[in-house]
């Protein structure tokens, strides 16, 4: 390695030249003819048996080069078997004489074209030959002294250390890198949101329930049998279990009521809302329906205690899949229920949340979810895309989700959601979501990611000439 | 979200005014519409097939533009124009009216055999309409808008428009056998009976997605005149001999469905829209419905509703302190007429029949937050005082993960979709003993089934990333799914943790070390007579060195894994 090498004691200059030699059976040929010129020696004037002829050393390879110089030829109708004639009366050992201006040290009177077809039937190699030109370096010294590498115990409790030359330490070359274990990306970014949740004061709500009721998912959060998202081609319905086996059904009563002829205030849907519909057993869509559970438990505790929520978690849809969408995903949601909250709270605790992300400008816009209203989208300007990008969506649960459950009726809700997937990609500059999750994500791309600091400056993209 | 196209320039000529890009923007931005695209129609055809085909198309600057999923009333370019400018104070929302007709007024008899297939009807009559090619465009394009978004894909609504000069009521909805269903369709040169064009539009890329509306259906939906002229056949196809053009000037319009709500909003957006081209703009003829049990209504509806609602609960939601006469004015510019009355503190409002959308307060609240603007709005912290807590298994996952790491071993992220294969005939098991989940719509074999073991993942990921340097040392943290009839679901996640290590060489004694550090950090003891764990042989396959596991990740060599379900609640009910 380069950290052993003292300094240049001597000077070595590396010089190569080619040049061709015979191989053995080319020695040979050179020395005895080729293997044509000995078949067609071999040839009496009355002819030979082929037969014969391909029993001699040189028969096989000779018989054919011959055939093709036409030196000689086949008589298929002689009487005992085919039989070989000279067909000229003298021939030019060519090959042989090639091989032997080689020999001679006479390889550049050959052409290109020759000097090939003689490698190719394998009776001449090029040969390179190195060598070393060997002269003084700046450091020439005939008294050895080795420089030391590593300071010992030894040297330090002799003194000798003193006395000692050091070898410099070379801090181009790459360190070797520790053996560790590493984690995985997105989980990285996941560990931060669940820490600016905390640090926000939000409790984390349980989700660990992939499955869920159509009516958890959907009815409760007043999205209407017929929505588009609960079509066939948006949702992973069960076929087993194809229902859910139990419904809290005083409160799907109050839903139920709801949608078809409205109530606290709503019009409702006006439509025939069906319990079968309600039990479908899906994937989840969004965690939503999480924090529905959680709002309903809240609701049962009496008196009513502001909360924070947030969740973290998996969710499932059955789109047609891209680049950046996948049929799962994680979703990362927060809720808080107080009374009086309004829409500037809502603006205020996302302006919070996302300034611990590194984003500051943000701006919001009208938006309509089936599920909230008002609703509206955060967009927030990107430095490198020089435009505005939605960074997530939220709204207050609407009262027709709310008041059913039987939360009090002066009580809001704000809530907000967005997917882990993008900020991470943007985060790492990754553009396709293959590349993040699954199992044919690359290992070493594991291993280099770095820290996930998400207030921290985000790295620069790299321009033309670093690219 | 619905997407509407439009020409720029007819916009803007409708507008009064033109616009730069940035600033029509803006506009949408703020009244809650996003410009999408600016494109042309050349530009369609270019970028899908190619530039040769794209030739002769035209260069007419089209604006293609998101509208939120229940505003009904934006989806063509004459809503669109009439909300901005309402916003914008250029105009004052028109008032709609159902007017009476001079001679009989147009009947749909609705009989009783459309009960079981499509039960509802509702019908009007825009007289004098005066069309271009454009506005005629529009009023096919908003149908097609129409039955894509709120009729979901013409299943809950079907919407036919005809020519009333063509025809002569009474008209009769009724339902008939296919086979005693015979016309002229819309773009045929010939009649056919039902089931023949049921089987016509099997390859039409436009109807074949509606066939399954009624394809099974022993009796097909369909409308006659009163000379059995036969109107159309919803929801698959109209008559030809109704066809409406660019000529027409009355026209009858019927929309039939399964819900009775969304064919009433329907056909009031319909002739909300259009009527604008009418002799007497805004004015729309009823015609009358005679249910199968002799009852009958005048449709279109065209209701207008009164709402009250207080001012200060406009503020208080909306976090801004305005007078009632401001946000009565605010709320006007949404469409939303409105005055202060009572005690002046009361607002009423009139909800249109273009805004079926309003149908709580809270929507109402919505509409005075975006004519006030989002970005306007004083930003505050609530004052909820909260405790957070973190869900005690994520904790335990979360100081779990870093421990694992700090050990060596990598974190992976699969998937908790996989085919059933993953699960089972690749880890010599029946499919039936693992007790997954089974999805009944998966597009391919990939989403099957949910994960039951996090097992194919870690070895997917090993087989994928066979070019590193060994060893590979890896983990995951994850949930599976198991069905429990105990759960109100029937299924019920676990939180498992699973780890492999892949090498030339054997390493039982590395996973079994693993598992030795997993259980100290988890101050689980070793030895059973301590109340702690201890290492069995499983009657399973998948916890044994199993040469077919090896196969599955693809190499020649042996592969060590331990997977541990984390049952926190154990550990502590134990109470060592």
Not at chain 1, 290 to 305: I, N
Not at chain 2, 38 to 63: F, H, P, R
Not at chain 2, 452 to 457: M, R, S, Y
Request: charged share 25%; aromatic share 10%; net charge neutral.
């Amino acid at each position: 390695p380069q950290w052993l090498l003292a300094g240049p004691i001597i000077e070595a200059e590396l010089r190569s030249t080619k040049r061709w030699e015979l191989t053995a059976e080319g020695e040979e040929i050179a020395r005895e003819g080729s293997h044509e010129a000995r078949v067609f020696r071999s040839i009496p004037p009355e002819g030979l048996a082929q037969s014969e002829l391909m029993r001699l050393p040189s028969g096989k390879v000779g018989f054919s080069k011959a055939m093709s110089n036409k030196w000689i030829r086949v008589d298929k109708s002689a009487a005992d078997g085919p039989r070989v004639f000279r067909v000229v009366d003298s021939m030019e050992d060519e090959v042989q004489r090639r091989l032997q201006l080689v020999q001679g040290g006479q390889a550049e009177k050959l052409g290109e074209k020759e000097r090939s077809e003689l490698r190719k039937r394998k009776l001449l190699a090029e040969v390179t030959l190195k060598t070393y030109w060997v002269s003084k370096g700046s450091a020439f010294s005939t008294s050895i002294s080795k420089q030391e590498t590593e300071l010992s115990p030894e040297m330090i409790s002799s003194g000798s250390w003193r006395d000692r030359p050091f070898k410099p330490y070379n801090f181009l070359a790459h360190g070797v890198l520790p053996d560790s274990g590493h984690l995985h990306p997105l989980l990285k970014v996941r560990s931060q949101f669940r820490q600016i949740f905390l640090e926000m004061g939000f409790t984390e709500m349980p989700t660990y329930n992939f499955i869920e009721s159509s009516f958890w998912n959907f009815d409760a959060l007043f999205q209407p049998q017929q929505h588009p998202a609960r079509d066939q081609h948006d949702t992973f319905f069960l076929r087993d279990p194809a229902e859910a086996l139990q419904l809290p059904m005083d409160y799907v009563q109050r839903v139920k009521r709801t949608h078809s002829q409205g109530g606290y205030g709503s019009q409702g849907y006006k439509y025939t809302w069906k319990l079968d519909e309600a039990r479908k057993n899906l994937l989840r869509t969004h965690t939503t329906s999480a924090s529905a559970r959680a709002l309903y438990r809240l609701a049962q505790k009496k008196p009513f205690t502001p909360v924070k929520y947030f969740s973290i978690d998996r969710v499932f849809r059955n789109e047609t899949l891209d680049a950046t969408h996948l049929a799962e995903f994680h979703q990362i949601e927060g809720v808080v229920a107080d009374h009086g909250l309004t829409l500037g709270h809502l603006m205020g605790v996302l302006r919070e949340f996302f300034t611990k992300l590194g984003i500051t400008q943000l701006r919001f816009k009208p938006a309509y979810n089936p599920y909230t209203e008002p609703s509206m989208e955060v967009f927030s300007y990107h430095q490198g895309l020089k435009k505005w990008v939605e960074v997530g969506n939220s709204g207050v649960f609407r009262p027709e989700m709310l008041l059913p459950m039987g939360l009090p009726e002066n009580v809001s809700v704000i809530a907000w959601g967005l997917s882990l997937e993008r900020p991470t990609m943007i985060k790492y500059g990754i553009n396709n979501i293959r590349d993040l999750v699954g199992h044919k994500v690359n290992l070493q791309m594991v291993y280099d990611s770095p820290l996930c600091r998400l207030d921290a400056e985000p790295r620069p993209p790299p321009t033309q000439e670093a690219a | 979200m619905p997407t509407v196209s439009v020409k720029r320039d007819l916009l803007f000529q409708a507008l009064g005014r033109t616009y730069t890009d940035e600033e029509f923007d803006e506009l949408c931005f703020e009244f809650g519409l996003e410009l999408d695209e600016i494109t042309s129609e050349k530009e369609i055809i270019s970028k899908e097939q190619g530039n040769v085909k794209a030739a002769g198309a035209s260069d007419v600057v089209l604006y293609k533009i998101d509208v939120p999923a229940n505003r009904y009333d934006l989806l063509c370019l004459e809503g669109l124009v009439r909300g901005l400018q309402v916003f914008k104070e250029r105009i004052k929302a028109p008032v709609y009216k159902r007017v009476m007709p001079d001679g009989k007024i147009q009947k749909l008899i609705i009989t009783e055999e459309t009960a079981k297939i499509r039960p509802f009807a509702v019908a009007a009559v825009l007289r004098n309409i005066k069309f271009t090619k454009d506005r005629y465009d529009s009023f096919i394009e908003l149908q097609e808008k129409l039955h894509q978004n709120i009729c979901r894909k013409r299943a809950l609504v079907a919407i036919g428009t005809h020519d009333l000069d063509t025809l002569s009521g009474p008209f009769t909805y009724t339902a008939k056998r296919p086979s005693d269903i015979k016309f002229k369709p819309l773009n045929k040169t010939k009649e056919y009976t039902a089931c023949e064009l049921m089987n016509i539009y099997k390859t039409d890329n436009h109807l074949k997605h509606y066939l399954h509306i009624i394809e099974n259906k022993p009796l097909y939906p369909v409308i006659y005149d009163s000379n059995g002229v036969v109107l159309s056949m919803p929801p698959i196809i109209n008559g030809d001999h109704s066809r409406i053009t660019v000529n027409t000037r009355n026209i009858f319009i019927e929309c039939t469905g399964t819900d009775f709500t969304k064919a009433k909003i329907v056909l009031d957006i319909i002739v909300t829209m259009f009527s604008e081209y009418c002799e007497n703009q805004f004015t729309v003829e009823a015609a009358e419905v005679v249910f199968p049990n002799g009852k009958s209504s005048t449709f279109p509806e065209l209701a207008y509703r009164k709402e009250m609602v207080r001012a200060d609960l406009i503020n208080k939601k909306v976090g801004i302190r305005e007078t009632p006469e401001n946000l009565a004015k605010l709320l006007t510019r949404m469409y939303l007429k409105s005055e202060v009355i009572g005690d002046g503190n009361q607002i009423e409002i009139e909800i249109p029949p273009t805004r079926a959308d309003i149908i709580h307060a809270c929507d109402i609240v919505e509409d005075a937050a975006i004519a006030y603007g989002y970005n306007n709005i004083q930003m505050t912290l609530p004052k909820t005082y909260t405790i957070a807590n973190q869900f005690p298994l994520n904790k335990l996952t979360e100081l779990l993960r870093y421990d694992m790491a700090a050990a060596g071993f990598t974190e992976v992220l699969t998937f908790a979709l996989c085919s059933q294969e993953d699960i089972a005939d690749k880890l010599g098991l029946d499919i039936s003993a693992t007790k997954a989940v089974h999805i009944s719509n998966p597009k391919t074999a990939e989403f099957q089934v949910a994960r039951t073991t996090l097992l194919p993942g870690l070895l997917k990921t090993i087989a994928a990333n066979r070019k590193m340097p060994l060893p590979l040392k890896l983990f995951e943290i994850s949930d599976i799914v198991i069905k429990d009839s105990n759960t109100d679901v029937g299924a019920k996640n676990y939180r498992h943790l699973c780890a492999v290590y892949y090498n030339k060489n054997p390493g039982f004694e590395i996973i079994h070390g693993l598992l030795d550090r997993i259980m100290q950090l988890l101050d689980v003891p070793p030895g059973e007579d301590k109340g702690g764990y201890v290492i069995k042989a499983s009657e399973g396959k998948t916890d044994e060195p199993n040469p077919e596991l090896v196969k599955v990740s693809g190499g020649g060599y042996t592969l060590f894994l331990m997977k541990l379900v984390i049952l926190i609640w154990d550990f502590r009910k134990k109470g060592r």
